[in-house]
């Protein structure tokens, strides 16, 4: 049985095969910035699951995407809550380094702190 995608069911399900896309070919693109605040969301969530070498990985692509997309809120958050868990895994020396990232992060962010 096919089932119809309608309305938000059919955004939503093309949003999904874009992120897939951008999982699987580990492509940055630039374009919708719904994607790439979700593909950034889904980065983040894996670096709390995920052991250090690869949440370093993780950690260096949101920062990449961050970095392209400085002038967005939702992207920046999720560099940073990318960072805090890194550093959650990190020994003393590399988390100072991490910490420091966060408040050189913080201090060139021009968002709320809400």
Not at 3 to 11: A, K, N, T, V
Not at 12 to 32: N, Q
Not at 33 to 53: F, Q
Request: one cysteine or more; glycine letters at 6%; hydrophobic letters at 40%.
């Amino acid at each position: 049985m096919k089932q119809i995608l309608l309305g938000e069911q059919l955004y939503m399900y093309e949003r999904y095969k874009d992120i897939t896309k951008l999982m699987l070919f580990d492509a940055v693109p630039y374009g919708d910035i719904c994607v790439m605040e979700n593909y950034s969301n889904l980065l983040w969530g894996m670096t709390g699951i995920s052991d250090l070498k690869q949440a370093l990985v993780l950690v260096g692509k949101l920062e990449k995407i961050c970095c392209d997309y400085s002038f967005d809120e939702i992207i920046a958050s999720s560099y940073a809550k990318g960072l805090l868990n890194l550093s959650i895994k990190q020994e003393l020396p590399e988390q100072k380094e991490t910490v420091e990232e966060l408040v050189r992060m913080a201090k060139k962010q021009p968002f709320s702190r809400a």
